[in-house]
């Protein structure tokens, strides 16, 4: 008998200006269950909170115009989203990126390229899930 996946009905919005990664994360989430949009920088993704209202928020550090510290800082500081768990996305593991990360709000961190279980690993801890 097939169990159904653990996230069925979790929003989350994935944000990177690479393709290749907001297809492997929509793809890794997807079949955990989550219903997932994407953003390919900052801006676009700030019009996507907005509508979507998403569970939880993977984003990017190093995107052009507006990037994820920017955009975290931002999604944090709304009253409407403050609560939203923001997980960093980045190639970069060093301890002073990781204390940026939280100086803006994050929730979490997650290294760059990364694995299926690396990525539901984060979401267990970051988001509950659905009833």
Same mark, same amino acid.
């Given at each position: 008998m097939a169990t159904d @996946? @653990?996230?069925? *009905?979790? $929003? =989350?919005?994935? #944000?990177?200006?690479s393709q290749t990664? $907001?297809? %492997? /994360?929509e793809t890794i989430l997807g079949r955990a *269950?989550?219903?997932v949009t994407t953003a390919a920088d900052g801006f676009e993704a700030l019009a996507r909170v907005v509508e979507d209202q998403p569970d939880v928020v993977f =984003?990017? #550090?190093?995107? @052009? $115009?507006?990037? *994820?510290?920017?955009?975290? /800082?931002? #999604?944090? *500081? %709304?009253d409407a989203f403050n609560g939203t768990p923001v997980v960093l996305l980045t190639s970069k593991d060093g301890l002073f990126d990781r204390a940026r990360g939280r100086v803006v709000g994050a929730d979490h961190y997650l290294t760059? @390229?990364?694995a299926s279980d690396?990525?539901?690993g984060v979401l267990e801890e970051v988001a509950p899930r659905p009833a």
């Open positions: @996946p @653990p996230y069925v *009905g979790l $929003r =989350v919005l994935v #944000i990177d200006d990664i $907001r297809k %492997s /994360a *269950g989550c219903e =984003v990017d #550090i190093m995107m @052009p $115009r507006l990037d *994820g510290y920017q955009t975290t /800082a931002l #999604i944090k *500081g %709304s760059k @390229p990364f690396e990525v539901l």
